[in-house]
Nanobody, 125 residues
Framework: QLQLVESGGGLVQPGGSLRLSCAAS????????IGWFRQAPGKEREGVSC????????NYVDSVKGRFTITRDNAKNTVYLQVNSLKPEDTAVYYC??????????????????WGQGTQVTVSS
């Protein structure tokens, strides 16, 4: 059974940083495109970033470009989201999700079949 577990969230001051992790079990992450999403209270879930199977292709939503970096370590079955220069508007529950894709590419949006339970990121002074 595919399982994803996020960790690394917390309370951080504006301008601070966190490293979110998405650990997979029950399958080899290397076959899957991974996306990070977030949902703030009262708002729709939005795609934040994605990374291809090899890590060679990444994409970001405009609001996080230059501040967030997605990477993966397939040997550790883990994907990371480094979040820097955090702003209060980054406050949300962050989720990772997996989608099988035969090509080594990633596309923001579309259907992801497997989701983690989320990790809370709160940016506040």
């Amino acid at each position: 059974q595919l399982q994803l577990v996020e960790s690394g969230g917390g309370l951080v001051q504006p301008g601070g940083s966190l490293r979110l992790s998405c650990a997979a079990s029950g399958f080899s992450l290397g076959y899957y495109e991974i996306g990070w999403f977030r949902q703030a209270p009262g708002k729709e879930r939005e795609g934040v970033s994605c990374i291809s199977r090899s890590g060679g292709s990444t994409n970001y939503v405009d609001s996080v470009k230059g501040r967030f970096t997605i990477t993966r370590d397939n040997a550790k079955n883990t994907v990371y989201l480094q979040v820097n220069s955090l702003k209060p508007e980054d406050t949300a529950v962050y989720y990772c999700a997996a989608r099988y894709r035969s090509q080594d590419m990633c596309v923001m949006g579309g259907f992801f079949g497997s989701w983690g339970q989320g990790t809370q990121v709160t940016v506040s002074s």
